[in-house]
């Protein structure tokens, strides 16, 4: 489902992937821990080719890319519509309600009429639990409502892959399960999620895979039950022991 071979970025001297490989099988959910600049953010941006890798191979679908070399326009716009991308600070376009927000990508990228994006918007609302909130403007919004109408958004261009970058860190912590639970549905209906995260919750609950990284590389990486409760690498054992 998702190849990674060689994945490296830098920006300017500062490296901050360094020769990653991973493989993500159809259907598994792989979140990643490690400390703040460990490249967990970087990896999942290189992933929706919001950042473009300076080497490396990536494959989603039937996407693949070779970043060595020049890589054309619409290969990363056909990458991205393989992917949804749910954002730390929802990123919402302020001046557009709800349904707005989640009917943009379908109508503006994918070229959807707006009455059929519309529609999808109005279900995926529902989805996760916005029904009675789709002529509401961000700003009369929780954060956590804002964070699911992300979801929503990011649902809309019917993804083979979700992404989430630490989806719940700017949520006040009553509103943080709201968001956690549309994740865990999502789960359950077998979507493909990377995810970000500092919830170690979540990880044991939800997670089929969990990877440590620090340093731009992969330390650790195994069942949530392996890496989060025995960790075999001494430097997973001591960003846990902080967490914890």
Known sequence: MISIKGLTKRFDDLEVL?????EINKGEVVVLVGPS??????????????EIPN??????????????GRVAKNELLEMRRRTGMVFQSYNLFPHKTALENVMEGPVVV?????????????????KVGLGDKVDFYPYQLSGGQQQRVGIARALAIEPE????????????????????????ELAEEGMTMVVVTHEMRFAKDVADRVIFMDGGHILEEGPPEQVLDNPKNERTRQFLNLIH
């Open 55 to 68: 080497e490396g191979v990536v494959s989603i679908g039937g996407t693949t890319i070779d970043f060595k």
């Open 37 to 50: 600049g460990s490249g967990k953010t970087t990896f999942l941006r290189c992933l929706n080719a919001l």
């Open 110 to 126: 994918q070229g959807k009429s707006r009455e059929e994006a519309k529609a999808q918007a109005v279900k995926l609302l529902e």
């Open 161 to 184: 892959v979700m992404l989430f970058d630490e989806p719940t860190s700017a949520l006040d912590p009553e509103l943080v399960a709201d968001v956690l639970a549309v994740m865990k």
């Open 18 to 22: 360094k020769g990653m490989s991973a």
